[in-house]
């Protein structure tokens, strides 16, 4: 830019300046201002110099946007891991063989006792549990299954026909579980998503023969896909017959004339009942085992699904508020820069504040008119950053890597907290605007 047009610039804001002030003064010399002139006299002066303005107000929108985005993303997280715990329902209940203490001493899990298939009939008595509704006993382990050219290694398990009423499990392709085939031990397997899919690109497991542990097995059915991953998704497992997987896959050894199980599901009746169901489940495992009715020596341990959901929601609650305080900083940061601003504003225009309250202005009209100017900064920021903000948590949901959830109390609170920004470092600026003594400003140079 040349001089030349520097001094043109120069011109036309001073002109703009001057043009804003003579209005000002005809409205003084007709009897003072109003709120919505006020209101305007802001707006006029901030639309004089545009790059300021954008800059000033750039730390307030990149605020709103970070709180709007994080907390979208967030919240979605937490309801995809709430919805992934609960999807085999909220009314279950775990147990695996625990540990016990004797005489001080801890002993390893699972050394001192192990939960039978008598067990499982035990819970599923209706006249010893009546909170139960299904048992599930299940026996867990992993191995290598290999179809043709193509292999993966899979978690197996060993149900019964239950299972799938228990963790409301849905085939796609073939069928399930049967008694007949429970009882007799059948060499039969149902494929996880996945696993079929890596052994069957193509399709057409259900009747195909895999190689699990080096015995044939006949795929009776395909898993639908649940979305789940890690360790413990059926998409990445198989599921056999129980008494397939204790006496030919992984060797379960007899406690008691009973055949051991790695696990048993418990159903709860609904989910206000998980606490009495568990209550019972415990008292009916110590009283079979011979247990201090305490708990002290319990050989058993029990997870309970309502417990890890409720824990598992308070902590990603915990973490949106941290991810969504730390958005709220750039908030602050920008804020400060308004108050910058907004100091360097009262300085440039000393003379004028000094003639218009020569003129008759209340100190009350300054202050409303730079607090008003404070405001528009931090409300167009604040409206900005709500549209880009939500461009980008919506960028980021067509990824698909993470699912975000978008709400008018978040958008509100993060446009809120911009206008309190806006107000609360707009005060001091104001305040010194609106205590200038006439005479000192008007001899300002």
Do not use: C
């Amino acid at each position: 830019m040349t001089a030349q047009d520097s001094a043109g610039e120069l011109g036309t804001l001073r002109a703009h300046e001057a043009a804003t002030l003579d209005a000002a003064i005809d409205d003084l010399l007709a009897g003072g201002i109003s709120w919505r002139e006020t209101a305007h006299f802001a707006f006029e002066t901030l639309r004089t110099n545009p790059v300021r303005t954008l800059l000033t107000a750039l730390g307030v929108l990149i605020g709103v946007a970070a709180v709007i985005a994080l907390l979208a993303i967030g919240r979605g997280s937490q309801e995809s891991i709430t919805s992934s715990i609960t999807a085999n329902g909220a009314n279950l209940i775990t147990l695996r063989p625990g540990a016990s203490t004797s005489g001080g001493v801890r002993s390893a899990v699972g050394e001192s006792g192990s939960l039978t298939l008598d067990d499982a009939e035990a819970l599923a008595d209706p006249m010893r549990a009546p909170n139960v509704a299904l048992v599930s006993p299940e026996y867990n382990g992993s191995a290598q299954l290999v179809a043709g050219s193509n292999n993966a290694n899979a978690r197996v398990t060993g149900a019964t026909p239950v299972y799938a009423e228990v963790h409301n499990t849905t085939v796609e392709e073939g069928g399930f579980l049967t008694e007949a085939q429970h009882r007799s031990a059948e060499n039969v397997v149902i494929l996880g998503a996945n696993i079929a899919t890596t052994l069957f690109p193509d399709g057409g497991a259900v009747g195909e023969q895999v190689r699990l542990s080096g015995q044939n097995f006949t795929v009776i059915g395909v898993l639908k896909s649940s979305g789940g991953t890690g360790f413990g998704s059926v998409d990445d497992g198989v599921i056999v017959p129980l008494t397939t997987a204790q006496r030919k896959l992984f060797g379960a050894r007899a406690v008691g004339g009973s055949w051991s199980v790695s696990t048993i599901v418990v159903q709860a009746t609904s989910a206000e009942t998980v606490d009495a169901a568990a209550e019972e489940v415990a008292t009916i495992l110590r009283e079979d085992h011979d247990l201090p009715a305490d708990g002290s020596g319990d050989t058993f341990s029990a997870i309970n699904q309502q417990t890890i959901l409720e824990t598992v929601t308070q902590t990603t609650q915990l973490l949106t508020l941290f991810l969504g305080a730390i958005a709220a900083i750039s908030l602050l940061v920008g804020g400060i820069g308004i108050m910058n601003i907004m100091l360097v504003s009262v300085r440039e225009r000393t003379r004028e504040i000094g003639l218009r309250k020569a003129l008759g202005a209340k100190e009350s009209d300054i202050l409303l008119q730079f607090l008003f100017e404070s405001l528009a900064l931090s409300g167009v920021g604040g409206l900005a950053g709500l549209i880009l903000g939500s461009a980008i948590a919506l960028s980021v949901n067509l990824t698909g890597l993470v699912t975000v959830s978008l709400s008018w109390d978040v958008a509100l609170l993060a446009f809120g907290f911009a206008l309190a920004v806006g107000l609360f470092f707009g005060i001091a600026p104001a305040r010194s605007a609106a205590k200038l003594d006439p005479i000192v400003a008007l001899r300002y140079e």
